[in-house]
Nanobody
Framework: QVQLVECGGGLVQAGGSLRLSCAAS????????MGWFRQAPGKERLFVAG????????DYTDSVKGRFTISRDNAKNTVFLQMNSLKPEDAAVYYC?????????????????WGQGTPVTVSS
């Protein structure tokens, strides 16, 4: 079992930055691929970024490439999402998730463990 707790969300003006963190506890964190997803009101949960356990492989949805960076610190059991140049359309609840294997996936059904989410609001 893995427990995930996100923090770092909040209100930011368009063009601003936020850094989300996801702290993991429980089973060995370092062996899991991790992902960040987001869900806007009335919308489906969508893939944002993913990272393998060593950090050597990352993946991003097209709309955030060049603006968001996913990283992880396995010694601290934490994964991060640095979000720069935020746009109003980035507003959503952001969730981190862990797979049971070390390959990144874009389908939320491929992730086993989920955090409670942290809201991000971007004002224009």
């Amino acid at each position: 079992q893995v427990q995930l707790v996100e923090c770092g969300g909040g209100l930011v003006q368009a063009g601003g930055s936020l850094r989300l963190s996801c702290a993991a506890s429980g089973r060995t964190f370092a062996w899991y691929a991790m992902g960040w997803f987001r869900q806007a009101p009335g919308k489906e949960r969508l893939f944002v970024a993913g990272i393998n356990y060593g950090g050597s492989s990352t993946d991003y949805t097209d709309s955030v490439k060049g603006r968001f960076t996913i990283s992880r610190d396995n010694a601290k059991n934490t994964v991060f999402l640095q979000m720069n140049s935020l746009k109003p359309e980035d507003a959503a609840v952001y969730y981190c998730a862990a797979r049971g294997v070390n390959t990144i996936a874009r389908n939320h059904n491929d992730y086993i463990y989920w955090g409670q989410g942290t809201p991000v609001t971007v004002s224009s």
